[in-house]
């Protein structure tokens, strides 16, 4: 996830590499990215339910098991069933 909003009360240092540094947003609970992308906050309520099914990342494999490049950050369990974004903070509307 990227954080556009640079005096976010939400936003705290959490390191940096040659290329820049990187930030936590406490209010999701993750990491964020330097970038030019919407603020969490803004992109949805966190309050707001999502699907994974509903979700451009989510795959099932060959044996219909689920998974997602994200399910280390996000939660992927009982993935028919909506939680709030903010459980699921790396979702992003799947575009049919």
Do not use: A
């Amino acid at each position: 996830m990227k954080c556009i909003n640079k005096e976010c009360e939400y936003r705290v240092f959490n390191g940096g590499d040659d290329i820049g540094d990187f930030y936590y947003c406490e209010l999701v609970g993750i990491t964020v990215e330097r970038g030019n992308d919407e603020c969490l906050e803004d992109k949805f309520k966190l309050d707001e339910h999502v699907y994974c099914t509903q979700c451009k990342w989510f795959r099932l494999d060959d044996e219909d098991i689920p998974y997602c490049p994200w399910e280390d950050r996000c939660e992927i369990r009982n993935c028919e069933d909506s939680m709030q974004f903010r459980d699921r903070p790396y979702w992003e509307k799947l575009e049919k």
